[in-house]
C-alpha cells in the first residue's frame, strides 16, 4: 500500500456488494480496491461486503467506481441494507428455482428412462428445457459474458460453459446428427457420439446449482442473524427536553448533554447518566444477561437498552458512533472481516482457480479423444468437470463460520476481535486474573459490624452512616451505603472534617463522632476495648478493612468493609479448572487481602499461583515470566494499569465494566463482567477455530477428490453438478451448528 496512508488522515467505511457468486469474484473486488492508491480493502463473500480503509482524498463515489467497473455493483451499507428481509433476499430467486425445478423434472424422467420415451422425445425435451437453459441459467450467462468483457473468469463462467456446452451439442446432435432417429436412453447405451443429446444435462445443472445457491444464500443470511439483530437494536426515536418541552427527534441526531426523557418500552437512544427519576431496564441487548437492573439519579445507561417501567430522565454522555453500543457492534463487524492465515490461502486457489479448471476440462476432453474413447464419454467427462469444480465452499469456509461465532458471542455477551484471537485462544493453559474488578466486585460494601457490650448495630450505623455520608473515601462510602441499605434514617453532621488517610469526624445529634484507623483514635486519646481490638485483628488477617466508630471519648464499635468476590466468581473458577486451565490471581492489594479473596474463589495461595502487591509493570512482568517458560497466557483485567498486561498476554480479555484503556487493549471483551464468561468465550473460540478448520479442510478435499473423479469419467455432470450445490451447502450448514451453542452455565 502507498505511504499515503501513513499521514493522511482515514476513513473506514462499508460498502454492499452485487453481483458476487464464488470466492474467485470477492478476490477480485478486494485485489481492485487494493489497488487504488492509500486504500487497504478486505470483501467478505459470506456477508457480501467489503470494509475499506481510505485516505480522505479518496471519495466513496471512486470506490464504488472501482468495483463496477469490472463488473460489479457497490454501495455504501446503510440501516435499510441491513434491515433487508430474508424475503426480499430470495424473492426472485425463488421464482426462478421453481419454475426451473417444474421443467427440469420432466426432462430428465424422458431423457433417463427409456419407458417413458416415444417417437421424437428429443425434441420434446428439448424444447421443455429451453427456457431452463436461458431464463433460468440467464444469471450465469450474463455474469460470464460481464467477466469475459474484463478479461476473468468465475464459477458462473464454468457452469455458463457447460450449460451452453451440453445445450449446443444436443442441437447439433438433434439437426444434423443421428439424435432426432435414435430410440436409445440419452446417456446410455448410444450407438455413436452423434445419437446422445444433453438437454437433462443442462437443465439438471441449472436447477441444481439454482437449489444451490437457494439454499447457500439462506444459510448464509442465517448465518448473519445475530449481528443483524445486534445492529438494528438500537433505538430509532429519542424524546429529549427542548426548553422544557418534549420533543421526538431522530436517535441519530441526538446530541452530547442532551435530555432524553425515557418511558417503560422504550429504548435508550445514546449512553447517559440519569439526572431524575428511577427504572428497572433490560441490559441483555449489551451483556446477554436477563435478570433486570435498577438505575436511578447518577446511575450510568447505555444506549440501546431498553426501559422496562418507571420514567426516567437521561443527560447524554456518548452518542452516535461513540456509544458503547455502536463500538460493540463494530467490533463485531471488524471481526467477521477478518481473514484467518488459512483463508488468505483458499482466496489465492480461488483467484487462480477457475482458469485451471477450464484448462484441466480441456485437457480432460483432450485425453479421453486421444485414449480412443467415444467423443460422448469425452465431451461428459469434460463437462463434469466444469460443473464440479467449486471455489465456493473454499470462499466460505472461514468467513460463515466466524460470522456466525462472532455473532453468537454478541449475543452471550461476548465481544470477539478477530480470528488471530481464535488461534491464540486455542493454545491457551493458563489464565492470570486481576482481582479487583475482575473477580471481585470492584466497590467496598460493609460486610460486618462489631460493637461494644450494650451498643446496637442501628445505633453505630446511624451515627458513622451521618459522618461517612459528607465522605468521598470509598470506606466512608461503603458504611453510608450500608447503613441506607440496611433502613437507618441518618441524621445532620455538622463541624464535618476530613483526615487524609486516617478518617472523619462530625458532630451528629450533638455528639462528636470519629470514625478512623487506630492512629486517628489514639491521637484523640480515644481507649479500644479488647473486643474491638480482637475485631480488628480478626479483620486483618481475613483481608478485610476494619474502621473505628467512637463518641464520648470511647470506641464503640469497629466497622469492617471489604471488596466482595463477585457472586459468580467461584464457579467462574471451577469452569475454567474443568477446562484443564491453570490459574493465576495478582492483585495490587496487601498479601493478606489477596489470599482472602483467592481462598474465597478457590485459588490457590502458594508463589505460583497468587501474586499481591503486584504495580503495572509488575503484572506485564509476570505474564512474560510465565510465557517465558513456555506457558500460552489470557490475562483478564479490568481497569487503566491492567491495559500493559493485557495486551502482552497472549490472548487479553477486559471486563466490560471497566476502562476503556483496557477494553482497547484486549482480544476479548466481556460485556457483562460475569467472570463466567470467560469459560465460554475461550470455548466459542475453540468451537468457530474447529469449524473453520474443518470447513477448509474439507472443502480442499471435495475439490482435491472431485476433479480427478469428474476427469476420470467417474461422476456425469448432473450428479457433479448436485455435488457441487452440496458442497457449499455443507460448508455453511456445518458453521451453523455454532448457533447452537450455550452458556455452561
Not at 421424437?120 to 431452463?132: K, Y
Not at 418507571?310 to 443527560?315: D, E, I, P, T, Y
Not at 467427462?381 to 458471542?409: E, F, K, N
Request: charged share 20%; hydrophobic share 50%; net charge negative.
Amino acid at each position: 500500500m502507498s505511504d499515503v496512508i501513513g499521514y493522511q488522515a482515514l476513513q473506514e467505511v462499508e460498502l454492499s456488494l452485487q453481483g458476487m457468486t464464488c470466492a474467485a469474484c470477492a478476490a477480485r473486488i478486494e485485489k481492485q480496491l487494493n489497488e487504488l492508491d492509500g486504500v487497504e480493502a478486505a470483501v467478505n463473500y459470506a456477508t457480501e461486503t467489503a470494509t475499506v480503509v481510505y485516505a480522505t482524498r479518496i471519495s466513496t463515489i471512486e470506490l464504488i467506481s472501482a468495483v463496477e467497473a469490472i463488473g460489479y455493483g457497490a454501495d455504501v451499507r446503510t440501516a435499510e441494507s441491513i434491515d433487508e428481509s430474508l424475503d426480499d433476499k430470495l424473492a426472485g430467486l425463488w421464482v426462478r428455482l421453481i419454475a426451473c425445478v417444474v421443467l427440469a423434472v420432466p426432462v430428465v424422467l424422458i431423457s433417463m428412462i427409456s419407458a417413458l420415451q416415444f417417437d421424437n422425445w428429443q425434441w420434446v425435451a428439448g424444447g421443455i428445457s429451453f427456457p431452463v437453459f436461458t431464463w433460468g441459467a440467464w444469471p450465469f450467462h450474463r455474469s460470464a459474458l460481464i467477466n469475459l468483457r474484463h478479461g476473468a473468469a468465475t464459477m458462473d463462467t464454468l457452469i455458463s460453459i457447460g450449460v451452453t456446452a451440453a445445450v449446443s451439442w444436443s442441437v447439433w446432435a438433434l439437426v444434423w446428427g443421428d439424435a432426432a432417429n435414435s430410440e436409445m436412453v440419452g446417456m446410455t447405451t448410444m450407438s455413436n457420439a452423434s445419437s446422445h443429446v444433453y438437454f437433462e444435462v443442462a437443465a439438471s445443472i441449472t436447477a441444481f446449482i439454482l437449489i444451490g445457491r437457494f439454499l447457500e444464500t439462506r444459510a448464509k443470511f442465517k448465518a448473519g442473524d445475530a449481528l443483524r439483530a445486534l445492529l438494528t437494536l438500537g433505538a430509532r426515536e429519542a424524546v429529549v427536553l427542548r426548553d422544557g418541552i418534549e420533543k421526538t427527534i431522530p436517535a441519530s441526531v441526538v446530541r452530547i448533554n442532551d435530555l432524553m426523557v425515557v418511558r417503560p418500552g422504550e429504548k435508550f437512544a445514546a449512553d447517559g447518566v440519569v439526572v431524575e427519576g428511577q427504572a428497572s431496564i433490560d441490559t441483555s441487548t449489551m451483556t446477554g444477561e436477563s435478570v433486570p437492573e435498577d438505575v436511578g439519579p447518577g446511575d450510568m445507561v447505555s444506549g440501546a437498552t431498553l426501559n422496562i417501567n418507571g420514567r426516567v430522565v437521561v443527560r447524554a454522555t456518548r452518542v452516535g458512533k461513540d456509544t458503547q453500543f455502536a463500538n460493540m457492534a463494530k467490533l463485531v463487524r471488524d471481526a467477521q472481516a477478518t481473514k484467518a492465515p488459512v483463508q488468505r490461502i483458499a482466496d489465492r486457489v480461488s483467484s487462480v482457480f477457475v482458469p485451471v479448471v477450464i484448462v484441466i476440462s480441456l485437457g480432460t476432453l483432450a485425453a479421453w479423444l486421444w485414449l480412443g474413447d467415444d467423443v460422448a464419454k469425452a465431451f461428459s467427462s469434460a463437462v463434469a468437470v466444469l460443473i464440479i469444480a467449486c471455489p465456493c465452499a473454499l470462499g466460505l469456509a472461514t468467513p460463515t463460520a466466524l460470522m456466525v461465532g462472532a455473532g453468537r458471542a454478541a449475543q452471550m455477551g461476548i465481544i470477539i476481535k478477530g480470528v488471530d484471537v481464535l488461534q491464540s485462544t486455542r493454545r491457551i493453559d493458563t489464565v492470570v486474573l486481576d482481582k479487583t474488578g475482575t473477580v471481585t466486585t470492584g466497590r467496598m460494601e460493609l460486610i460486618d459490624v462489631v460493637c461494644t457490650e450494650g451498643m446496637t448495630r442501628e445505633k453505630v450505623l446511624q451515627l458513622a452512616g451521618a459522618v461517612e455520608y459528607a465522605s468521598e473515601h470509598p470506606i466512608g462510602k461503603a458504611i453510608a451505603r450500608g447503613a441506607v441499605d440496611a433502613g437507618v434514617v441518618l441524621g445532620a453532621v455538622t463541624s464535618f472534617e476530613m483526615f487524609v488517610g486516617l478518617g472523619a469526624t462530625g458532630v451528629v445529634e450533638g455528639l462528636a463522632v470519629t470514625v478512623g484507623r487506630e492512629e486517628l483514635l489514639r491521637r484523640n486519646l480515644v481507649i479500644v476495648p479488647a473486643i474491638l481490638r480482637e475485631a480488628l485483628l480478626t479483620a486483618r488477617l481475613s483481608g478485610h478493612t476494619a474502621v473505628i466508630v467512637a463518641w464520648s471519648g470511647t470506641a464503640q464499635a469497629v466497622c469492617v468493609v471489604a471488596d466482595q468476590p463477585k457472586a459468580t466468581s467461584a464457579e467462574a473458577v471451577v469452569a475454567l479448572r474443568e477446562m484443564g486451565l491453570a490459574l493465576v490471581l495478582v492483585s495490587g492489594d496487601n498479601p493478606d487481602t489477596a489470599r482472602a479473596i483467592a481462598i474465597q474463589v478457590g485459588i490457590e495461595t502458594d508463589d505460583h499461583h497468587l501474586y499481591a502487591g503486584a504495580l503495572p509493570e509488575e503484572k506485564v512482568q509476570i505474564v512474560k515470566d510465565l510465557q517465558g517458560r513456555g506457558y500460552a497466557v489470557a490475562m483478564v483485567g479490568d481497569g487503566v494499569n491492567d491495559a500493559a498486561a493485557l495486551a502482552q498476554a497472549d490472548v487479553g480479555i477486559s471486563m466490560g465494566g471497566g476502562t476503556d484503556a483496557a477494553m482497547q487493549a484486549s482480544d476479548l471483551t466481556i460485556v457483562s463482567g460475569d467472570l463466567r464468561l470467560v469459560a465460554d468465550a475461550i470455548r466459542l473460540s475453540r468451537a468457530t477455530l474447529h469449524t473453520i478448520k474443518a470447513n477448509v479442510f474439507w472443502a480442499f478435499v471435495y475439490n482435491a477428490a472431485a476433479i480427478p473423479l469428474a476427469a476420470a469419467g467417474a461422476m456425469n455432470p448432473m450428479w457433479a453438478s448436485l455435488a457441487m450445490a452440496s458442497s457449499s451447502v455443507f460448508v455453511v450448514t456445518n458453521s451453523l451448528r455454532l448457533r447452537t451453542m450455550r452458556l455452561s452455565r
